[in-house]
């Protein structure tokens, strides 16, 4: 049973430069959430997808924007790179609404991005 | 105040001793709740899920909660070296499909051999 996976593993970007990640959700599962996490910090929720529709968002800019494909795998896509964007970017795969009230999430490895 | 406070430790606790972490949260309407274990330059684990009142027992881990105190907390028993970690506490709020996971900074647990 494959867990979640991400690509790519690490990244290095220059300011202002644009940036995709992908992810491919758990077997079986349909809902993707997007966290970032700084150093030294907990994982803050960006948003999430569920019937390829963004269906919550954190307090992020619209920098940062994302999309949802039929297969449930999603894309983060960050625009205009700041040197604060780097970080650790997570993927988190779940049930959504028809998972009967489980709502687990389970993280990919993650994408190490660096912006210079 | 925080929405999610932990200890940031780090904790120090004896091999085969008993390590408890606490977590308070601000949203009373969280109803589900998570424990990620995150080892250095890994991703998070999930390791215990809670929804209601009480405990919930799984191998050596034991999660308790108390949604009147907003107070949720994790018990490792016979504590392993390989259970040196930072532990996350991570209440769900339940508004999209699924849960937006608020996260507290996590508590570093050092288990000493």
């Known amino acids: 049973d494959a867990g979640v996976t991400q690509s790519p593993t690490h990244l290095i970007k220059t300011r202002g430069q644009q940036v995709t990640l992908r992810c491919s959700p758990k077997s079986g599962h349909d809902t993707v959430s997007w966290y970032q996490q700084a150093l030294g910090q907990g994982p803050q929720f960006i948003f999430q997808?569920?019937?390829?529709?963004?269906?919550q968002r954190g307090n992020f800019p619209d920098r940062f924007s994302g999309h949802q494909f039929p297969n449930y795998s999603s894309e983060l896509n960050v625009n205009a790179l700041l040197l604060g964007d780097s970080a650790l970017y997570l993927c988190?795969?779940?049930?959504?609404?028809?998972?009967?009230?489980?709502?687990?999430?389970?993280f990919g490895p993650g994408t190490r991005l660096t912006v210079t | 105040q925080k929405e999610v406070e932990q200890n940031s430790g780090p904790l120090s606790v004896p091999e085969g001793a008993i390590a408890s972490l606490n977590c308070t949260y601000s949203?009373?309407?969280?109803?589900?709740f998570f424990w990620y274990r995150q080892y250095s330059g890994k991703s998070p684990e999930l390791i215990m899920s809670i929804y209601s009142n009480g405990d919930k027992e799984d191998g050596r881990f034991t999660a308790q909660l108390n949604k009147a105190s907003q107070y949720v907390s994790l018990l490792i028993r016979d504590s392993q070296p390989s259970d040196s970690a930072t532990y996350l506490c991570a209440p769900g709020d339940l508004r999209g499909a699924t849960n937006k996971l608020i996260f507290g900074t996590g508590t570093l647990l050092a288990v000493q051999p």
């Open positions: 988190a795969s779940s049930l959504g609404l028809a998972g009967g009230g489980r709502y687990e999430q389970y």
């Open positions: 997808y569920y019937e390829e529709e963004e269906r």
């Open positions: 949203d009373r309407g969280s109803q589900s």
